[in-house]
């Protein structure tokens, strides 16, 4: 394994974590490569596709071209030598079934691992996968909160809750904002305020907000799209 890495990147590495093997250079996989690789990580990217390795070698560490089911093909690639692995295959359940339970069996310590369903996702997590990713489902619920046109962008960080960016709505442009009272009584909270040249800086209590200005607010959905459409 030691031989895919690139004393370059350590250099410019933005993203401060251990090598990764990421399975599977479709959209998903591919993307995530490419943009792990672009913040300085190591990443070694194998596909049984000729035509994807082709495609993100020049962009990745080293890609080659391997059959993941197969154990022995994973050992001679070293990869139960690196910290965390990702599996990017979905849609082709067997294959990433396989895969999955191979990396367990090879003791990858941290393996995340795409998920096309429910039963799927109940699948991975039975064999040992720790962190199981539904990459559709989450974008699914991230558009349905976009298609209003009063989000301009919305992430779920966790059960429940979650941030959204938007032009301040009509109730925060009369005064100073009171941040406690905003909370007590809409249940949201402004985190962040950018202004109009562009420069975002943590919201202020007493802070006065304008037309001009985009927000991060943060809240439970239901709440953050019930204030917006005050």
């Known amino acids: 394994m030691a ?3 690139s004393p370059l990147l350590r250099g410019k590495q933005r993203i401060d974590i251990p090598p990764v093997v990421i399975i599977g250079l479709g959209r998903f996989g591919g993307s995530l490569a ?7 990580v190591e990443v070694l990217g194998i596909d049984a596709d000729e035509r994807l390795v082709r495609e993100y070698a020049p962009q990745l560490t080293d890609a080659v071209i391997a059959d993941a089911t197969d154990p022995e093909a994973l050992r001679q690639l070293g990869v139960h030598e690196v910290e965390r692995a990702v599996i990017a295959v979905g849609t082709a359940l067997e ?3 396989l895969t999955a339970s191979n990396l367990v069996d090879l003791g990858v310590p941290d393996i995340w691992a795409k998920a096309d369903s429910e039963s799927h996702a109940r699948i991975l997590q039975r064999l040992g996968i720790h962190h199981v ?9 991230r558009v349905a909160h976009l298609l209003g046109g009063r989000f301009q962008d919305f992430a ?5 809750y979650g941030v959204i960016k938007m032009v301040p709505p009509r109730p925060l442009l009369d005064g100073p ?14 985190v962040s305020v950018r202004s109009g040249g562009g420069t975002w800086r943590p919201f202020v209590q007493g802070q006065e907000l304008s037309q001009s200005n985009l927000i991060v607010m943060a809240g439970a959905p239901d709440d953050l799209e019930r204030f917006s459409q005050l």
């Open 3 to 5: 031989k895919f890495l």
């Open 34 to 40: 490419h943009e792990l690789t672009r913040n300085g």
């Open 95 to 97: 294959a990433s079934i």
């Open 133 to 141: 990713i539904r990459p559709e489902h989450d974008t699914g619920r």
């Open 156 to 160: 779920e960080l966790a059960e429940n």
């Open 177 to 190: 904002l009171d941040g406690e009272r905003l909370w007590e009584k809409h249940h949201v909270q402004v």
